[in-house]
């Protein structure tokens, strides 16, 4: 197994930019969620889904969308990028639509916005 | 709001001493669990404790949880170089299982 798989690494955009983070698991997961994590700030939670075409918002969702058509893809959009949103992103998996089991977590995507 | 806070921000210790690192959170919750990261890695996972157990232990690590007082310490024994990462504790409402929220982390630091 892969586990959570993340693309890019690393990305610079422009002001006013859209761009859309990848994020997919090949362990039939149900629960899948996108964080930020800055400095100083721990990991905040933009969106989540617990299963296919079932998304919500977490703490800190403006300036992002999400979408799930697939159990192992769950794509992070950036609909016009501020330099607020220059940050670590991260994409996790759980078995259960819950948290009554481990997250697993990608690598990880850096993003720069100039 | 952050629903876990860790404590110390940050720790310094030598090989083979202990670690310990607490974590205080704000309502009742069902399940606490701990996380490491490496510098410029994904958290992984380390333990998982639900509100009806006082303590658990895996490996090196142990984690106590008291619900009266609303915290958890997460304690690792004879550190090692390799145990320097971020730690951060993870707890989720009572009211519902879907989110988890994360605390700002311990940032422990062990010299050979």
Not at chain 1, 21 to 45: F, I, K, T, V
Not at chain 2, 96 to 106: A, C, I, P, Q, V
């Amino acid at each position: 197994n892969a586990g959570v798989t993340q693309t890019p690494k690393f990305q610079v955009l422009k002001t006013g930019q859209s761009m859309t983070l990848q994020c997919a698991q090949d362990m039939n997961h149900e629960y899948m969620s996108w964080y930020r994590q800055d400095p100083g700030m721990g990991l905040r939670l933009i969106h989540y889904s617990v299963g296919a075409g079932i998304t919500d918002q977490g703490e800190v969702p403006n300036g992002y969308n999400v979408s799930r058509s697939t159990t192992e893809d769950f794509p992070l959009r950036l609909l016009s990028a501020a330099p607020s949103q220059t940050s670590v992103y991260f994409c996790a998996s759980s078995y259960e639509a819950g948290m009554r089991t481990e997250q697993y977590f990608g690598p990880g995507t850096r993003l720069t916005v100039t | 709001s952050q629903q876990g806070e860790e404590d110390p921000q940050a720790l310094s210790i030598q090989e083979g001493e202990n670690a310990t690192m607490n974590c205080s959170y704000k309502t009742s919750i069902n399940n606490l669990q701990w996380y490491r990261q490496n510098s410029g890695r994904g958290l992984v996972h380390l333990i998982l404790i639900r509100s009806n157990e006082r303590e658990k232990h895996s490996g090196r690590l142990r984690v106590t949880l008291d619900t009266s007082k609303k915290s958890s310490s997460l304690l690792i024994t004879a550190s090692r170089a390799a145990d320097t990462a971020s730690y951060f504790c993870a707890t989720d409402a009572n009211s519902g299982y879907s989110t988890l929220t994360f605390g700002k982390g311990t940032m422990l630091l062990v010299s050979p």
